[in-house]
T-cell receptor
Framework: GIQVEQSPPDLILQEGANSTLRCNFSDSVNNLQWFHQNPWGQLINLFYIPSGTKQNGRLSATTVATERYSLLYISSSQTTDSGVYFCAGKMDSSYKLIFGSGTRLLVRP | DTAVSQTPKYLVTQMGNDKSIKCEQNLGHDTMYWYKQDSKKFLKIMFSYNNKELIINETVPNRFSPKSPDKAHLNLHINSLELGDSAVYFC????????????FGPGTRLTVT
């Protein structure tokens, strides 16, 4: 089955709006991480969030490991937030990161 | 200061050619990775080295051969390039055998014509 699943696949926001991206992960996955791939293709670490909540400016993330999901919150979105957001988790008994298929975000001015 | 760098950034070549992509990191990490991102943006691990030792070798055609001359460098050589090899290839690094908190290079866009 799908080990890391993201929703929604696509999201269009007006600048200033808030949004929540979701990542569900299977029992064999842990150590969640969120990345942003900007329109120029660069992959940027946002959060390493195996559990709990972290905040960085307008972005915050929460992982509830016992319920196998993680959420990425974007508040007061800006056009520079556009791109693809990936969550990824480490496979048990492996050194591999498994990526979700991403949420493609477009923030309109 | 670039943490993880890749060269070249763009590579256009014809089918059947052999090409290499180079990766260097100055983060002091001892684990490095190669990923392939297809046209649908799906990212998949190809290889990983820890202290120059191969630790991940996914189901990748043996036309792809990674080489790690030292902890700071991981190169990818591709023989007999095929159309399906067109993709963006990312190098990444992390500290120790901890694939989380990986740092990615800028990517190399390979186009095979």
């Amino acid at each position: 089955g799908i080990q890391v699943e993201q929703s929604p696949p696509d999201l269009i926001l007006q600048e200033g709006a808030n949004s929540t991206l979701r990542c569900n992960f299977s029992d064999s996955v842990n150590n969640l991480q969120w990345f942003h791939q900007n329109p120029w293709g660069q992959l940027i670490n946002l959060f390493y969030i195996p559990s709990g909540t972290k905040q960085n400016g307008r972005l915050s993330a929460t992982t509830v490991a016992t319920e196998r999901y993680s959420l990425l919150y974007i508040s007061s979105s800006q056009t520079t937030d556009s791109g693809v957001y990936f969550c990824a988790g480490k496979m048990d008994s492996s050194y591999k990161l498994i990526f979700g298929s991403g949420t493609r975000l477009l923030v309109r001015p | 200061d670039t943490a993880v760098s890749q060269t070249p950034k763009y590579l256009v070549t014809q089918m059947g050619n052999d090409k290499s992509i180079k990766c260097e990191q100055n983060l002091g990490h001892d684990t490095m990775y190669w990923y392939k991102q297809d046209s649908k943006k799906f990212l998949k691990i190809m290889f990983s080295y820890n202290n120059k030792e191969l630790i991940i070798n996914e189901t990748v055609p043996n036309r792809f051969s990674p080489k790690s001359p030292d902890k700071a460098h991981l190169n990818l050589h591709i023989n007999s390039l095929e159309l399906g090899d067109s993709a963006v290839y990312f190098c990444a690094s992390s500290e120790g055998l901890k694939p989380y908190e990986q740092y990615f290079g800028p990517g190399t866009r390979l186009t095979v014509t």
